[in-house]
């Protein structure tokens, strides 16, 4: 029922690194809702560019708004997230 600092932010690592991808592409995808950590931001993300979620009220939401269709590709390699997302449908 309360907030306590300690170590975390491995679903917040993810929704920034997200968001800043979005950003990007302001075309296609529009972010529709996203709430920043705090006055103080994340360490991990230069201040204001951090999308908190983990309730209701901490979400990251977007919608493609582009007239075809995107996916979102993730990998991790040696302790680093990267997000591509591209157009089109994924098609292994």
Not at 34 to 58: E, I, K, N, Q
């Amino acid at each position: 029922g309360g907030t306590v600092a300690g170590y975390g932010g491995g679903t917040c690592q993810v929704s920034t690194t997200l968001y800043n991808a979005l950003l990007q592409i302001p075309d296609t995808v529009a972010v529709t809702y996203r709430r920043p950590h705090g006055p103080g931001g994340a360490s991990y993300a230069p201040h204001g560019v951090d999308a908190a979620v983990g309730t209701d009220y901490l979400d990251l939401k977007f919608q493609n708004v582009a007239d075809f269709p995107v996916t979102i590709e993730s990998t991790v390699q040696n302790g680093a997230l990267c997000i591509c997302i591209r157009k089109g449908v994924y098609t292994p």
